[in-house]
């Protein structure tokens, strides 16, 4: 049944072409993917400590829905029909997340496929912040210089910094965060003249000028500028989420039942690595440890004082269950196997206010969003692809077929006219230096290099003419084989010219290789586009 399951994996790519989308259900049949999870989900029969999952997941998100209505109306309005919410259980949830950085067009298209689908449902759309992830850097890679000499630079936005939790990332240059959008704009002007950064950087500023953080203010900014378009969403940092008392209730059931659940989470990664040919055990990502009585869970642990993120283990003891970061945090939770997790639940929710934090993991985060949060997530590519471990984590754990999730991706490429350069002369070249090289006798006409010297190169051509024609046998090989390499050898100056030409049109053709994958990249920021090309990827008129 494992390797059954497994088979379900599948790949998915961008798409190749210029302002290319892929939706996955198509946006055609998604409204039926949204209420063939909704149905699922209620007939379902699972318990979680004591609640049905469908109790627990209308609590949540009636939760979910104030908190990200009152966060998001810090920065931006909120749609009026939003503010009072008759009856949340009713109403479709779609939700989708990402890490808030300046990422490319493709992953932004995502949010409009959630403002879209919300409208069209009458839903409410949610994207998250997944602020539990580590700020590796802060600066974005922008094209400069002319089309025939293309160059990419770092700009930073921020001072560089200790890799942290972006929850834990506060904004420490003021000065090179509010000249970002001037340095940007200024560098790429001379390959595209009105870059979206122009627009973006002023609400940036302008919009909850009083937000420190530094990954809450760059998706602050980048929801405020959706708002120009009437994209209606909500927003939610993650961290938000993980004080949710039912996201306590949750965990708590995981670390419950975590000797099971380790074991499901293994087999399921097992089965990924199997079905894709992975070696490395390291990938997609580790298994959970185990050392003793302590298992390693799903989630990570650190201190506002200490923001290291570390694995949390834990183990059961009568009727606790002790979690610890094995350093210097160690909390016992009254809870055992099938006991009511109330406690437990409000003891988690606390550990913030103690400056502990208990945070998701990735396949922690996507598996509390999809079955007790959202009736869809809308993944990228990248998290797609891992969800599907997801998927049998769910099968082998919980017991039931997970909800089908939707895939959203799109292509674009900054518009900057230029002659690209033609697949086919991309190999050419060597193919024809390995040519002068074992069958110069071809070129040797060609090359204007005999000189009057025709009676030798006609020499050194019938005899290796000769050679070839003559068969092959264990006691001639050798000599066949120096008489064939020798004249190859002898007739290299009678090609000598046109190996220099054709050497010279190798390294303008490697250099107009190198310029256009930096023309044609599809991974800058959204920030470096204009508005009117970012406009390509909505022309749907559900959009």
């Not at 921020?158 to 972006?166: G, H, I, S």
């Not at 190198?514 to 090309?533: D, T, W």
């Amino acid at each position: 049944m494992l390797m059954d399951c497994a088979s379900k994996f599948r790949t998915l790519r961008a798409p190749h072409g210029d302002g290319q989308t892929l939706v996955d259900p198509s946006y055609a049949v998604l409204p039926g993917t949204v209420m063939n999870n909704r149905e699922a989900l209620a007939a379902t029969n699972y318990d979680v400590q004591g609640l049905s999952l469908a109790e627990l997941s209308k609590a949540a998100r009636e939760r979910l829905w104030r908190l990200a209505v009152a966060y998001t109306g810090q920065y931006r309005e909120v749609p009026e029909r939003w503010l009072d919410l008759e009856n949340a259980a009713d109403t479709p949830f779609i939700l989708s997340g990402h890490q808030p950085e300046m990422f490319h067009p493709g992953v932004w298209y995502k949010n409009f496929v959630l403002g879209g689908l919300a409208r069209r449902m009458d839903g409410v759309g949610i994207h998250l912040s997944i602020d539990s992830d580590l700020c590796r850097g802060a600066s974005i890679r922008v094209p400069t210089g002319g089309i025939d000499r293309p160059r990419v630079e770092a700009v930073p936005y921020d001072k560089p910094a200790p890799e942290v939790p972006y929850e834990e990332r506060t904004i420490r240059d003021k000065a090179t965060f509010s000249t970002f959008g001037e340095r940007v704009s200024a560098l790429i002007r001379p390959l595209v003249s009105d870059p979206m950064v122009a627009e973006l950087w002023p609400l940036m500023m302008e919009r909850n000028p009083q937000q420190s953080n530094l990954g809450l203010r760059l998706a602050q900014g980048r929801h405020a500028l959706e708002q120009t378009w009437n994209n209606e969403t909500l927003e939610l940092p993650q961290s938000a989420v993980c004080q949710m008392p039912e996201f306590g209730w949750f965990t708590a059931h995981l670390l419950a039942q975590l000797p099971r659940f380790r074991t499901a989470y293994n087999q399921a990664l097992g089965a990924y690595r199997c079905v894709h040919k992975m070696r490395n055990r390291a990938h997609p990502m580790p298994d959970l440890a185990a050392d003793g009585e302590w298992l390693e869970a799903p989630f990570w642990i650190w201190s506002a004082e200490d923001p290291e993120r570390r694995p949390l283990f834990a183990r059961q003891s009568g009727g606790q269950v002790i979690i610890t970061d094995r350093r210097s945090h160690s909390i016992a939770l009254p809870l055992g196997p099938d006991g009511d997790a109330s406690l437990a639940a409000e003891q988690l929710a606390e550990l913030s206010s103690r400056g502990i934090k208990v945070r998701t993991r990735a396949l922690t985060t996507t598996l509390f969003a999809r079955l007790v949060l959202s009736d869809v997530f809308l993944h990228g590519i990248g998290g797609a692809k891992y969800d599907r471990v997801t998927d049998q984590i769910v099968r082998l754990f919980f017991g039931f077929e997970p909800p089908e999730f939707a895939t959203v991706s799109a292509t674009l490429r900054l518009p900057i006219d230029h002659t690209s350069l033609e697949a086919a002369a991309v190999g050419q070249w060597e193919q024809r230096l390995r040519e002068l090289r074992y069958h110069p006798e071809q070129y040797v006409n060609l090359s204007g290099g005999a000189n009057g010297d025709s009676a030798s190169v006609e020499h050194i051509v019938s005899t290796k003419q000769r050679w070839l024609e003559t068969p092959k046998t264990l006691e001639n090989a050798r000599e066949r084989h120096v008489a064939i390499a020798g004249a190859n050898d002898q007739l290299q100056p009678y090609v000598a010219s046109l190996r220099d030409q054709i050497e010279r049109e190798r390294v303008d053709t490697q250099h107009r290789k190198r310029s256009e994958a930096i023309l044609n990249s599809r991974e800058y920021s959204f920030g470096l586009y204009p508005r009117k090309h970012f406009d390509k990827l909505l022309a749907e008129p559900e959009l």
